[in-house]
């Protein structure tokens, strides 16, 4: 029996900066996809935090911030970054898909509490841009006693396919 590559989108940010990441990769599975994103960043010294993996070749819309932290001061200034405006050739509030690492209250990105608190998170979210389907999904787990570490927003209905993993570390299994 062959197994098949197929295209994955790992999502994460990089612990040492809490830069937004994203990566597709050819892959036989998501964890498959996963651990070349994990052996990518080891291979560069960096310390990658996965929270969602997903089945296709997907972009991230989240083009207004290149941080976890939308109001980063490090955003200001690049000229990789588009301002969050509504597109309204996708209706009045088209449905996002909100990855990101749902964390306790005040738990910091570089924290090592995440491998084992963070869970993976995901979120469809109506709205008409972005940005605001990111501050509604970050409302809806304030309202829950926790944080959103958001690292990316897609457009539309996206299923993650990491049903292996619950937390970060996806070796980690709720007691």
Known sequence: MSLSLRPFTVFGYWVQ???RWCDTFQ????????????????DIGGTLRVCRVAEGDLSAADKYTAFLNP?????EGRDDLEPDMPDYTLGLDPYWTVFGLA???GCLPGSPGIL?????????VSAPSAGAAEDVARDRLHDRHGDL???A???????????????????VRAA
């Open 17 to 19: 900066t809490c830069e």
């Open 27 to 42: 892959a036989t599975g998501a964890r498959n996809a996963e651990d070349q994103a994990q052996m990518g960043a080891a």
């Open 71 to 75: 109001a980063d001061s490090r955003n």
């Open 103 to 105: 964390v306790p209250e």
């Open 116 to 124: 084992l608190r963070g869970e993976r998170y995901g979120d469809v």
């Open 149 to 151: 570490l958001v690292c």
């Open 153 to 171: 927003v897609v457009p539309g209905q996206v299923t993650a396919a990491d049903a292996y993993a619950t937390f970060a570390d996806p070796d």
